[in-house]
């Protein structure tokens, strides 16, 4: 005869261990009647406060269970534990007659292993002359695998009991750089383990289609949506953050959207597409070091099928528009596609402007106040434009030549407005830099923030802060010209450097103030992100710049803000594109 085993018995209906049990009864009877029911009611229909205490973290969203892990990190008083979710898939692998399609819902599983990052999108790195160093400096360590199936998302969740008089997490939502034609979100820059371990906030990655594979501009696609491929992922993501953070604690009326570089400008592309008064899947945005708004150059051209054309070309498709596009869809493996991108044509494939997830305006609709009626973080770093100034050395000819060859009569009125000798230009390298940084990156931002600052609430920041462990390793670019270079921010952000770094005290100062920061704005975007940081107008004295150096300090205008903006606005450069 079979004995009934009450644990057994319990752990069946509960979906809990008994130890789990235990903990959960020991909550609910510190609790009112009424919180009893409550929790109960969700402890029955849900199970997350099991979850939530196992030693193996589970979750069931809506495509399945998924199983975890747990891993810790180094606290302010010791050890502190994080859930993480890794390779979630949020759509179906976009392979065979779903390359360059619309991302499309996963099918649903009875398990799944999600302990381990799934593969990169396919990533090109070009022109090939360059690739070693953008890859050292963007892409290290490379990620392990690079595949078409790539459409996955990561979870970092804090690992504590439920505390049900506490309101769900706030959700930072993250979107990588690289020019869009590389990037990952299982760069170990992008752990967000110490925002949801130190801050009770979740942090949600998301890996995107790029280059070629996110951006097909073919005249085969005549739905200019279906175009943006890369954008589709990225609002994908962001729908399932809506449908499942909830499993997770999260809130889904809480989310922050953020990114750098490439994915600065996808936060621009999203906040300039909504309508103030419409329905949208965030309610905060964080631009770092790219702002869509203030392009220096055109935000589109539908028009222009050369990038596409030499694509096609070099894969040997031929025939009809149609027919080329089925021959790159179905009859070229990723590899040869990927290899075609990186061919030295250094073609570069952009978004189509289809006023739905990119607008043709983006400046117009600032102005007006015709965007999301969001509060907004927007900023950059002091030495931005190195990265792309390296290449040229002390050769200001060759430079003019590659961006603005023609122009003479602009080249000499930089070059007046830039004087060797001040400004910290010691040399003509130096002296590129700042150009590059102040019409590429800096200016288009201050701009924005003053635009933005007449709708919604608007916090701008300068970053100036370099250190040993987080320069980039290439010989050919001294740490002299680095500084804080672009991207250089992002792992004080996270704390994702190494953070037992005792040498330089400040650094992990500087962190925890940034990443405080950030996660403040999350829970509260109506508020200051820390103390003494004024909105954009509202510094005294003018002075409304939140300054991170490498003294560990965030001051309010403490950074000289030793830029040229009013030189490129005399140039036109502010009013260059819609």
């Known amino acids: 005869m079979q004995t009934f085993n009450i644990q057994v018995a319990l752990e069946a209906i509960w979906g809990c261990h008994v130890s789990d049990l235990i903990a959960i009864f020991t909550m609910l009877f510190t609790a009112t009647i009424l919180a009893v029911f409550t929790v109960i009611a969700r402890v029955v229909s849900t199970g997350e406060v099991c979850d939530a205490l196992r030693t193996t973290p589970t979750a069931t969203i809506n495509a399945g269970q998924i199983i975890g892990t747990t891993t810790?990190?180094?606290?302010?008083?010791?050890?502190?534990?994080?859930?993480?979710?890794?390779?979630?898939?949020?759509?179906?692998?976009?392979?065979?007659?779903?390359?360059?399609?619309?991302?499309?819902?996963?099918a649903n599983w009875s398990s799944r292993d999600t302990k381990a990052f799934g593969n990169s999108c396919i990533q090109v790195f070009a022109p090939l002359s360059s690739r070693n160093f953008t890859e050292a400096v963007f892409n290290n360590p490379p990620p392990k695998d690079e595949d078409e199936d790539c459409l996955f998302v990561n979870v970092f969740a804090p690992k504590k009991t439920w505390d049900f008089n506490e309101p769900p997490y706030p959700v930072l939502y993250w979107m990588y750089g690289g020019a869009w034609k590389f990037g990952n979100a299982g760069l170990p820059w992008y752990d967000g383990s110490y925002f949801a371990a130190l801050e009770d906030v979740i942090v949600?990655?998301?890996?995107?289609?790029?280059?070629?594979?996110?951006?097909?501009?073919?005249?085969?696609?005549?739905?200019?949506?279906?175009?943006?491929?890369?954008?589709?992922?990225?609002?994908?993501?962001?729908?399932?953050?809506?449908?499942?953070?909830?499993?997770?604690?999260?809130?889904?009326?809480?989310?922050?959207?953020?990114g750098e570089s490439a994915g600065g400008y996808a936060v621009g592309l999203l906040v300039t597409s909504y309508a103030p008064s419409a329905p949208r899947p965030f309610n905060a945005a964080i631009m770092e070091s790219g702002v869509y708004a203030y392009l220096p150059y055109p935000n589109c051209n539908n028009n222009d099928y050369t990038a596409w054309n030499y694509l096609t070309s070099d894969l040997n498709c031929t025939g009809t528009d149609k027919e080329k596009f089925n021959c790159a869809q179905n009859e070229r493996s990723a590899k040869q596609i990927k290899h075609a991108?990186?061919?030295?044509?250094?073609?570069?494939?952009?978004?189509?402007?289809?006023?739905?997830?990119?607008?043709?305006?983006?400046?117009l609709r600032v102005e007006a106040g015709n965007i999301a009626d969001v509060p907004v973080i927007v900023g950059t770093n002091m030495q931005d434009g190195g990265v792309y100034t390296n290449r040229f050395g002390n050769d200001t000819d060759a430079y003019f030549n590659t961006y603005f060859p023609g122009m003479v009569i602009l080249k000499y009125a930089v070059l007046a407005a830039y004087p060797l000798g001040s400004g910290g230009r010691t040399?003509?390298?130096?002296?590129?830099?700042?150009?590059?940084?102040?019409?590429?990156?800096?200016?288009?931002?201050?701009?924005?923030?003053?635009?933005s600052s007449s709708h919604n609430p608007t916090y701008r920041y300068l970053f100036n802060a370099s250190f040993a462990?987080?320069?980039?390793?290439?010989?050919?670019?001294?740490?002299?010209?680095?500084?804080?270079?672009?991207?250089?921010?992002?792992?004080?952000?996270?704390?994702?450097?190494?953070?037992?770094?005792?040498?330089?005290?400040?650094?992990?100062?500087?962190?925890?103030?940034?990443?405080?920061?950030?996660?403040?704005?999350?829970?509260?975007?109506n508020q200051a992100p820390i103390e003494n940081w004024p909105k954009v107008g509202e510094g005294v004295d003018g002075k409304d710049v939140m300054g991170f150096g490498t003294d560990g300090k965030g001051e309010s205008g403490a950074v000289v803000d030793a830029h040229n903006c009013e030189v490129w606005e005399a140039l036109g450069f502010r009013e260059l594109h819609l």
């Open 427 to 451: 040399d003509q390298q130096m002296r590129l830099q700042q150009i590059q940084t102040d019409w590429n990156f800096h200016c288009p931002s201050v701009w924005y923030a003053e635009t």
């Open 72 to 106: 810790n990190i180094a606290g302010p008083t010791g050890s502190v534990a994080v859930n993480k979710f890794l390779g979630i898939p949020y759509a179906t692998a976009p392979t065979g007659s779903l390359r360059f399609a619309p991302p499309q819902a996963p």
């Open 469 to 525: 462990n987080t320069q980039a390793k290439w010989p050919a670019w001294p740490t002299k010209y680095q500084g804080a270079y672009h991207s250089s921010e992002i792992p004080l952000v996270f704390t994702s450097y190494n953070g037992t770094n005792t040498t330089e005290p400040g650094q992990r100062h500087l962190s925890d103030t940034m990443r405080h920061a950030w996660a403040n704005f999350a829970k509260n975007p």
């Open 341 to 363: 991108q990186e061919l030295n044509r250094n073609i570069s494939f952009a978004q189509a402007c289809d006023n739905i997830t990119a607008v043709l305006d983006p400046r």
């Open 204 to 258: 949600v990655s998301v890996n995107y289609r790029i280059n070629a594979f996110g951006l097909p501009i073919s005249p085969s696609i005549a739905n200019l949506t279906e175009r943006n491929v890369a954008l589709l992922d990225q609002r994908a993501g962001l729908q399932w953050v809506q449908d499942n953070i909830h499993h997770f604690g999260g809130n889904k009326s809480r989310v922050t959207i953020y």
